[in-house]
C-alpha cells in the first residue's frame, strides 16, 4: 500500500518524496498525556488502541522513547522498558489531576473545541497548573531525546510543550498531531490563553490535524492574533518555519479483519445474536461516554420510531456500549444521568419480559467482543455532534467482511471525509436522524453490499501505520534538510 497516493490531500506537495519506511532513520521520542502500557496483574501491558500498535515497533526499531503520564498520581515511577521501548514517566500530582487534566484539558479545552456543546471553565489555577504540567513534559523531552532526534507530540493536553521544548533543544525535530478538532477562530477567540495556545503549536516544525478544516482554522487564527505569514501549508516564525497539514489518522486495518474473520468472532456474534432474541435488526452504538457523541439524540430517535410504528419493538433491538471516561467531570456525570434515564424510560415503555428494547452497557469492553458486536449490529449508529475522526466508524467498516451491515455516520465526524458509502446524516437534525435510520435499515440488500464494499476499500486505503509514516516521514525530510543546510 503507498498511503500517500490514498489519503486525502495534505497540501503538502512533497510528501510523496518525503514517506518513509517502517523503520525511520532517526531516534524519534513521543509524548502523549498517557503512557502507552497499563499496569495489570501480570505487569505492564500495552494498552489497546490503533496509536499505540503504529507506534510501538517504530519504537521498538529504533530504540526509541515514550514519555507519558502513567495514569496514576499515588506514587513515583521511573523510567522503565517493555519490550525494548523506554518509558519515561512524567508524574502528575492529584492536585494536578484536578486542574491540568479534568479542569483545563477536558472541562476547558475539550468543550471549547468540540464546537463549544457544553460551557468551558477558565481558571487561571487551572491554566497554571497546565503550564505547570506542559513545562515537565517539555524537561523530561530535552533530557531524553538523542541528538537530532525526532521528537512527535500529540494532542490538546500538550499544546504548549513544542514552544518550550524549543526553547531547550535547538537540535530536534518537533511535530505535533492533535487527535480532536481544531475550532473556527470565533470559538476559539474565547479562550483567555489563545494566544499562548498557537505559539506554544507554532514552536513545531510539522503541526498535523486531522481535517482540512482544523488546518484552515488554525491558520486563520495564528494569522489574526500574531499577524504571521502564511503561504499554503508554511507558517514563517522568525526563527523557523512550521508546517501545517491534515493528516487524518487510521486504525489497524489487518487487524481488525483477522480479528473479524476469526472462529471465535463468529462464534460469539452467533451467540450475542441468540442472546438478543434474534432480533431482524441490531442497530448498535459503540462510544465513550461523552456528550460529544450524541448518545442521547440517538436514543431519542430510536424511541420516536418506535412510537410512531416505523421500528418495531418485535423486530428491532439497541445495543448502546457506552464506555466510563473522566468521570470526576460533572458534564460527564450530567451526561451519564440523562442516558440511563432515557434508557430506562424506553425500555420501560417498549421492552417485553427478558427482552429489553435496549441493551445498554456503561463497560469497557475487549477487543474481541466488540468486534463480535461489530459483526452482529445490523445498523452502526455513528452520530456524534463533532469528533476529530472517529476511530469506531472505520473499525466497523474494517469488521464487516461480509455481511449486510450498514453505517450511519454523521457528517461532524473527521471519518465521514472518508468514509462516503456510509449513510451520512446531520445529527442536529431529528428527523433526517431518523430517516437515516430507517433507510439503512430497510436498504435493499445490493446496495448494502455495494456500500460495504466501498467502506471496505476506502477503509484498507488508509490505515495507522500509513498515517503514522506519512507524519514521520513529512518530520525526517524536513530534519534532513535542515541538516543538509548546515553542512
Ligand atoms: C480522545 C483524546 C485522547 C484521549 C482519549 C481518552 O481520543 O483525543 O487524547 O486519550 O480521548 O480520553 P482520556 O481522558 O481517558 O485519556
Known amino acids: 500500500m503507498n498511503p500517500d497516493t490514498d489519503t486525502p490531500d495534505t497540501g503538502n506537495p512533497d510528501d510523496a518524496a518525503a514517506v518513509t519506511s517502517h523503520t525511520p532513520s532517526r531516534p524519534i521520542v513521543i509524548a502523549a498525556n498517557r ?138 525535530t518537533i511535530g505535533f498531531f492533535l487527535h480532536i478538532p481544531f475550532p473556527p477562530y470565533e470559538l476559539f477567540s474565547r479562550l483567555p490563553w489563545r494566544t499562548e495556545i498557537v505559539e506554544g503549536l507554532l514552536g ?125 467531570v460533572e458534564h460527564y456525570q450530567d451526561e451519564r444521568h440523562q442516558i440511563e434515564r432515557l434508557v430506562g424510560e424506553i425500555n420501560g415503555r417498549y421492552s417485553r419480559i427478558g427482552l429489553p428494547v435496549i441493551h445498554y452497557l456503561y463497560q469497557s469492553l475487549p477487543f474481541d467482543e466488540l468486534i463480535a458486536l461489530y459483526r452482529a449490529g445490523d445498523v452502526m449508529l455513528v452520530t456524534p455532534f463533532r469528533d476529530g475522526m472517529n476511530l469506531v466508524a472505520k473499525e466497523y467498516a474494517a469488521a464487516h467482511i461480509d455481511g449486510d451491515g450498514v453505517l450511519v455516520l454523521s457528517e461532524f465526524a473527521g471519518a465521514a471525509d472518508e468514509l462516503t458509502d456510509a449513510v451520512l446524516v446531520n445529527p442536529h437534525d431529528d428527523e433526517a436522524l431518523q430517516q437515516a435510520i430507517i433507510t439503512a435499515g430497510e436498504m435493499h440488500r445490493r446496495e448494502r453490499r455495494e456500500r460495504r464494499e466501498g467502506l471496505r476499500n476506502q477503509i484498507r486505503k488508509s490505515d495507522v501505520q500509513g498515517w503514522a509514516d506519512r507524519f514521520l516521514g513529512v518530520m525526517i525530510a524536513s530534519a534532513d534538510a535542515r541538516d543538509a543546510a548546515n553542512d
Open 204 to 328: 513545531c516544525d510539522l503541526l498535523g490535524f486531522q481535517r482540512p478544516m482544523g488546518t484552515s482554522n488554525f491558520i486563520t487564527a495564528a494569522q489574526q492574533l500574531l499577524n504571521v505569514d502564511a503561504h499554503h501549508d508554511v507558517i514563517e516564525n522568525p526563527d523557523h518555519r512550521t508546517r501545517v497539514g491534515a493528516f487524518p489518522i487510521s486504525i489497524d486495518v489487518a487487524d481488525v479483519e483477522e480479528m473479524a474473520a476469526g472462529r471465535a468472532t463468529r462464534q460469539r456474534m452467533s451467540q450475542i445474536r441468540a442472546r438478543l432474541g434474534d432480533p431482524e435488526v441490531i442497530l448498535l452504538g459503540v462510544d465513550r461516554l461523552d456528550y460529544t457523541k450524541g448518545i442521547g439524540l440517538r436514543l431519542k430517535a430510536f424511541a420516536a420510531l418506535l412510537e410512531s410504528g416505523q421500528l418495531d419493538p418485535e423486530r428491532h433491538v439497541m445495543v448502546q456500549v457506552a464506555t466510563p471516561t473522566r468521570e470526576a
Open 35 to 172: 503512557l502507552p502500557v497499563m499496569r495489570t496483574d501480570e505487569g505492564w501491558v500495552p494498552s489497546p488502541g490503533g496509536l499505540v500498535r503504529a507506534l510501538l515497533p517504530m519504537l521498538r526499531t529504533t530504540g526509541g522513547t515514550w514519555v507519558g503520564w502513567s495514569g496514576d498520581s499515588s506514587a513515583a515511577i521511573d523510567p522503565f522498558h517493555v519490550d525494548g521501548v523506554d518509558l519515561r514517566p512524567v508524574p502528575i500530582s492529584a492536585e494536578e489531576v484536578e486542574l491540568y487534566y479534568e479542569g483545563f484539558s477536558n472541562d476547558g479545552l475539550w468543550p471549547l473545541y468540540h464546537d463549544a456543546l457544553r460551557e468551558s471553565t477558565y481558571d487561571s489555577s487551572q491554566w497554571d497548573a497546565y503550564v505547570a504540567v506542559n513545562e515537565r513534559f517539555a524537561v523530561e523531552l530535552a533530557s531524553a531525546a538523542p541528538p537530532n532526534a525526532v521528537v512527535w507530540i500529540h494532542d490538546y493536553q500538550l499544546q504548549l510543550v513544542p514552544k518550550m521544548l524549543r526553547e531547550l533543544r535547538t537540535d530536534v
